[in-house]
């Protein structure tokens, strides 16, 4: 099946630091879209991507989608606090049945005060 | 986006007895559900599609007749966890999608333990 690789695994930052994590496939995306989940909680959307090309901004946070589809990237510029969580990657890719998601393995990232 | 609400939030049980999990989509109807299970520092995994008015679709190694599925109005989706044992402790996580552009609302999820 199709697979999503995410990376990094985890980073640690400080706070007001740049973050930039990615997510890369074998098989081509028709969609990406970028999550966050907080402990105990469900994924939050924070960004999605439907173009090759396509750079899309939310805040602090920006995504692109490959110009290949077979990539993307989520950036959030300086961090704060409240940044700390999982983010996740997700698409259904090419031939997907409808409506399902495959999802990256999340980067878990830490923020220090 | 969507709202989309579990109930319980928490639940513990004793092996061999029965959960249901609700999934109501607060804001609009759904035709179509989605039940995820996720372990401790793991990513998401799709257990099942939850058809409005029929069968679920589970995926791949998933059991039916262990996760029952009913999705009997366009607002609410039920899973049952059937004999839960322990290894059925896990988090358990509905969403819906609007609109057909893929994009998945999650609820808050249900933390399931089995002792």
């Known amino acids: 099946g199709q697979q999503l690789n995410q990376s990094p695994q985890s980073m640690f930052i400080q706070e007001g630091e740049d973050v930039s994590m990615n997510c890369t496939s074998s098989?081509?995306?028709?969609?990406w879209l970028w999550y966050k989940q907080d402990p105990g909680e469900g994924p939050v959307l924070l960004i999605a991507?439907?173009?090759?090309?396509e750079l899309t901004s939310n805040g602090r946070l920006t995504a692109q989608f490959g110009i290949t589809r077979k990539d993307s990237f989520l950036n959030i510029s300086a961090s704060i606090p409240s940044d700390v969580g999982i983010y996740f990657c997700?698409?259904?890719?090419?031939?997907?049945?409808?409506?399902?998601?495959?999802f990256g393995q999340g980067t878990i990232l830490t923020v220090h005060p | 986006g969507a709202v989309v609400s579990q109930h319980p939030s928490r639940v513990i049980c004793k092996s061999g007895t029965s959960v249901k999990i609700e999934c109501r989509s607060l804001?609009?109807?759904?035709?179509?559900m989605f039940w995820y299970r996720q372990f401790p520092k793991q990513s998401l995994m799709l257990m099942a599609t939850s058809n409005e008015g029929s069968k679920a679709t589970y995926e791949q190694g998933v059991e039916k007749d262990k996760f029952l599925i009913n999705h009997a109005s366009l607002t609410l989706s039920t899973l049952t966890v059937t004999s839960a044992h322990p290894e059925d402790s896990s988090f358990y996580i509905c969403?819906?999608?609007?609109?057909?552009?893929?994009?998945?609302?999650f609820g808050p999820g249900t933390r399931l333990t089995v002792l």
């Open positions: 991507l439907y173009k090759a090309g």
């Open positions: 804001d609009f109807q759904a035709t179509t």
């Open positions: 969403s819906e999608e609007l609109a057909g552009d893929n994009e998945q609302f």
């Open positions: 997700a698409g259904p890719g090419r031939g997907t049945s409808y409506g399902k998601l495959t």
């Open positions: 098989s081509i995306f028709n969609t």
